[in-house]
Structure formats: structure tokens, C-alpha cells
T-cell receptor
Framework: NAGVTQTPKFRVLKTGQSMTLLCAQD?????MYWYRQDPGMGLRLIHY???????AKGEVPDGYNVSRLKKQNFLLGLESAAPSQTSVYFC??????????????????FGPGTRLTVL | AQSVTQLGSHVSVSEGALVLLRCNYS??????LFWYVQYPNQGLQLLLKYTSAATLVKGINGFEAEFKKSETSFHLTKPSAHMSDAAEYFC??????????FGSGTKLNVKP
């Protein structure tokens, strides 16, 4: 059981280049998330998905796109990288927990991160 | 909107001393609250979580946190710090749709 994995671990891009970060989870979780972590700012949500084929914007979505074609994978794309996107990117997943007729929250499990530098 | 505020971006304690990391939340409904730990160059690991079952929550590695509604706080404590506790700690809250909101983090330094 690998949990949440991310590829690649490190990447250096030039301004204007594109790339895709891959997140995979083997826990059959419904929800998946992409965060970026910058010094002194904690983690900020970029995009998230509540199920296969669905995505939604988080706090800082500009400049990023995502896709969830398979339940276990969540891709984060940068179409035209900018130096402001230099950051550490974390993927997370969680299950959808139901309490009676309502949906409630559950623990998020994180991947090891991808360190991206845009020159 | 839900949010958490962590007081103190850096905390330094001596080995064996009490660890106290502060977190205050802002929520109009009973919150879900979490503490995560991040070791250098690693992802976040869950320390403990509050889901209204009990106000004192015990987590891994000897950490615990107490939910105080009157103070809107969820401070993290450990009676005796160990060198291996040096890491960055994040408080987080979540809404019913599992969107998490993280604090800015507190780096804990443990002096020998």
C-alpha cells in the first residue's frame, strides 16, 4: 500500500514551458487535492476533485489546470510556467465519509511533494 | 469563512521542556480541527484530529490538543520535548465538503 505518490520529485522549468505533475493514490479515496506550499504561507489549495471526472477551483487556481480521468489519479498542469509558480506542490486524498444523510470531513493523506523551480 | 491562525512562526524549547503550539480557529459551526507535522523534505503527516467526540484529543508521538470553544482554540502540547520533535507543525480546519484550510505553520526547534 503506497498511499499517495507524486511524480516527479524535482523539476526545473524555464519561463513559458509547460509540464504536468502526476498524483496517484491506492486507497480508493473519492476526494483529491493539489496544494502549493510557500514559506510563511502554509498550504494553499489550488484545485480539488470530489470524484472521477469532476474538478473545482480552490484558493489559488490561476495558471493551473487539473484533470481527474481516473479515480486514482489527479493531474496538475502548468500550461505556461512563470517564476511565481516556483513552489513545493503537494497532492492529498481523502475518503468521503457520510454521517447519516450528510457528508462529513475526513483526514487528508499527503504525498511527499514535488519541488518545482521556474527560471 | 473558516480559517485558523497559528501564533508564532518559530518556537524554541529545550529538550525535556513543555511544548505548546498555539492555534485559534474561526468558524460559525462546530469545526473539524487537525494538527499535522512536516519533517524536512517530506509531506504532511496527521498528528491528531478533533471531531467533537472529546475535547481532549490524544495523537501520535505523545502529542495532545484540547478543544476550547470559549477561547476558539485548539493548542497542541507535549509534556516533554524530544530532539526528534523538531519539525514544522500545521493547524488546519475543514468544512463539511472536506476542503481544508491550513495555518501558516510553526517551526519547532528543540535545543539539546
Amino acid at each position: 500500500n503506497a498511499g499517495v505518490t507524486q511524480t516527479p520529485k524535482f523539476r526545473v522549468l524555464k519561463t513559458g514551458q509547460s509540464m504536468t505533475l502526476l498524483c496517484a493514490q491506492d486507497m480508493n479515496h473519492e476526494y483529491m487535492y493539489w496544494y502549493r506550499q510557500d514559506p510563511g504561507m502554509g498550504l494553499r489549495l489550488i484545485h480539488y476533485s470530489v470524484g472521477e471526472g469532476t474538478t473545482a477551483k480552490g484558493e489559488v487556481p490561476d495558471g493551473y489546470n487539473v484533470s481527474r480521468l481516473k479515480k486514482q489519479n489527479f493531474l496538475l498542469g502548468l500550461e505556461s510556467a512563470a517564476p511565481s509558480q516556483t513552489s513545493v506542490y503537494f497532492c492529498a486524498s481523502s475518503r468521503r465519509r457520510r454521517t447519516g444523510t450528510s457528508v462529513s470531513t475526513d483526514t487528508q493523506y499527503f504525498g511527499p511533494g514535488t519541488r518545482l523551480t521556474v527560471l | 469563512a473558516q480559517s485558523v491562525t497559528q501564533l508564532g512562526s518559530h518556537v524554541s524549547v529545550s529538550e525535556g521542556a513543555l511544548v505548546l503550539l498555539r492555534c485559534n480557529y474561526s468558524s460559525s459551526v462546530p469545526p473539524y480541527l487537525f494538527w499535522y507535522v512536516q519533517y524536512p523534505n517530506q509531506g504532511l503527516q496527521l498528528l491528531l484530529k478533533y471531531t467533537s467526540a472529546a475535547t481532549l484529543v490524544k495523537g501520535i508521538n505523545g502529542f495532545e490538543a484540547e478543544f476550547k470553544k470559549s477561547e476558539t482554540s485548539f493548542h497542541l502540547t507535549k509534556p516533554s520535548a524530544h530532539m526528534s520533535d523538531a519539525a514544522e507543525y500545521f493547524c488546519a480546519t475543514a468544512d463539511n465538503f472536506n476542503k481544508f484550510y491550513f495555518g501558516s505553520g510553526t517551526k519547532l526547534n528543540v535545543k539539546p
